[in-house]
C-alpha cells in the first residue's frame, strides 16, 4: 500500500505532508533571516517554529520538499487554493541548497500533477527585489501578468508608518 502522505515523487525528491520529525530540519531554515528575507514573517525561534509545524501538519496547503538520498527535508512549496479551479504557489527552501534545481524540480512535479487534476491556472506573487524567485518562475514557464507599485505591507517603521512593498504577478495556464 502506497504512503498516503507521499504526494509525488521525482529523481531528487519526496514531496510528502508535513510530520513532527521535520521540525529541526524546518526550524533550521525558518530561522535563517535571508531565507525568509521576502516573506511575511521574521525568522523564527525553535518554539515559533514548533507551533508552525503543528500549522503545516494540519493543512493541505503546504507540501515538505525531502531529499531522497539524505531523507533530510530541505523546504517546501505551497499550493493555496484559490477561486476559479485556481491555486497560489510558493516556496521557500534552505539556503544550503540553493541553486542546484530542487526548487524548479519539486514545483515542476507539483504543477504537472496539479495541471492533470484539472486546475485551470497557477499564480505566484512576489517581490521584485526576489530576483530568485520571480527568475525561477519565469523558469517554469510563468509569464509576469502585473507589477503592483506600493500595494502591501508586511512591517511598520519605528513611527507606525507601514513600509509599502511593490509586488510582482506571475501565473501559468493550463493548455489541456
Not at 503546504?62 to 527535508?73: F, G, N, Q
Given at each position: 500500500?502506497?504512503?498516503?502522505k507521499?504526494?509525488?515523487?521525482?529523481?531528487?525528491?519526496?514531496l510528502r505532508?508535513y510530520k513532527?520529525?521535520?521540525?529541526?530540519?524546518?526550524?533550521?531554515?525558518?530561522?535563517?533571516?535571508?531565507?525568509v528575507?521576502?516573506?511575511?514573517?521574521k525568522?523564527?525561534?525553535?518554539s515559533?517554529?514548533?507551533?508552525?509545524?503543528?500549522?503545516?501538519?494540519g493543512?493541505?496547503?503546504?507540501?515538505?520538499?525531502?531529499?531522497?538520498?539524505?531523507?533530510?527535508?530541505?523546504?517546501?512549496?505551497y499550493?493555496g487554493?484559490?477561486?476559479?479551479?485556481?491555486?497560489?504557489?510558493?516556496?521557500?527552501?534552505?539556503?544550503?541548497?540553493?541553486?542546484k534545481?530542487y526548487?524548479?524540480?519539486?514545483?515542476?512535479?507539483?504543477?504537472?500533477?496539479?495541471?492533470s487534476?484539472?486546475?485551470?491556472?497557477?499564480?505566484?506573487?512576489?517581490d521584485?527585489?526576489?530576483?530568485?524567485?520571480w527568475k525561477?518562475?519565469?523558469?517554469?514557464?510563468?509569464?509576469?501578468?502585473?507589477?503592483?507599485r506600493?500595494?502591501?505591507?508586511?512591517?511598520?517603521d519605528?513611527?507606525?508608518?507601514?513600509?509599502?512593498?511593490?509586488?510582482?504577478?506571475?501565473?501559468?495556464?493550463?493548455?489541456?
Amino acid at each position: 500500500m502506497a504512503d498516503k502522505k507521499i504526494i509525488a515523487e521525482t529523481e531528487r525528491l519526496i514531496l510528502r505532508r508535513y510530520k513532527k520529525e521535520d521540525l529541526q530540519d524546518l526550524f533550521e531554515y525558518l530561522s535563517d533571516a535571508k531565507v525568509v528575507e521576502y516573506e511575511p514573517y521574521k525568522p523564527m525561534t525553535f518554539s515559533e517554529a514548533k507551533e508552525n509545524l503543528e500549522w503545516r501538519i494540519g493543512t493541505d496547503e503546504m507540501v515538505a520538499v525531502e531529499l531522497k538520498d539524505s531523507r533530510k527535508m530541505i523546504g517546501n512549496v505551497y499550493l493555496g487554493k484559490r477561486e476559479f479551479d485556481s491555486l497560489e504557489i510558493g516556496f521557500v527552501f534552505n539556503r544550503n541548497y540553493w541553486g542546484k534545481g530542487y526548487a524548479a524540480e519539486s514545483c515542476e512535479a507539483l504543477i504537472a500533477q496539479a495541471f492533470s487534476n484539472g486546475v485551470h491556472r497557477i499564480y505566484a506573487e512576489c517581490d521584485p527585489a526576489n530576483k530568485r524567485s520571480w527568475k525561477l518562475l519565469e523558469t517554469l514557464g510563468f509569464l509576469r501578468e502585473a507589477y503592483f507599485r506600493k500595494n502591501v505591507y508586511f512591517w511598520k517603521d519605528e513611527n507606525g508608518k507601514p513600509i509599502w512593498k511593490d509586488t510582482y504577478v506571475y501565473s501559468k495556464l493550463n493548455n489541456v
